[in-house]
């Protein structure tokens, strides 16, 4: 059986709209933050997003795939390494309240569950550095999310 998720992530698949990984990962810094509905097939988890209806949601089995699959493990580092970029080149997540730090709770523990603990710390760490260097700015309860979602609270 095919698994929508990990075709995608393997980058000859197409999500809920059409778009390959390749089309995802090339999008700018501004359409990335206005796309909502993508992050989701970036950034699977097994429970239903409640900020977008109808997206995809990671079985057992898929997430088992994922992990399995050479091609698929490099599409989700390429999505990492791409929402790292975005973090890192952007500011107006650097609020007390932002969308994007759902997001970014999604990516820790997508990353945890299908690239492994490390790949996810690297990305928190790179994350907080950040937060660090613009005084602080997001709230602890966002914080205490992303620890949770990487396991260590």
């Not at 952007?90 to 970014?104: A, E």
């Amino acid at each position: 059986m095919e698994h929508p998720i990990h075709a995608f992530l393997r980058g000859d698949g197409r999500d809920g709209r059409g778009r390959r990984l390749a089309d995802v990962l090339a999008f700018g810094d501004d359409r990335l933050e206005a796309v909502h509905d993508v992050i989701q097939w970036l950034f699977p988890l097994r429970e239903p997003s409640r900020a977008v209806p109808g997206s995809p949601v990671l079985g057992a089995e898929e997430a088992a795939a994922i992990r399995a699959d050479p091609r698929a493990q490099d599409g989700l580092r390429a999505a990492l390494d791409r929402m790292a970029r975005f973090y890192a080149g952007t500011d107006h997540w650097l609020v007390r309240l932002d969308h994007n730090h759902l997001r970014i709770t999604r990516i820790i523990a997508a990353v945890r569950d299908l690239l492994g603990r490390e790949e996810a710390a690297r990305f928190h760490a790179g994350l907080l550095a950040r937060v660090a260097a613009a005084g602080g700015p997001v709230n602890a309860e966002s914080l205490r999310h992303w620890e949770r979602a990487l396991g260590a609270a």
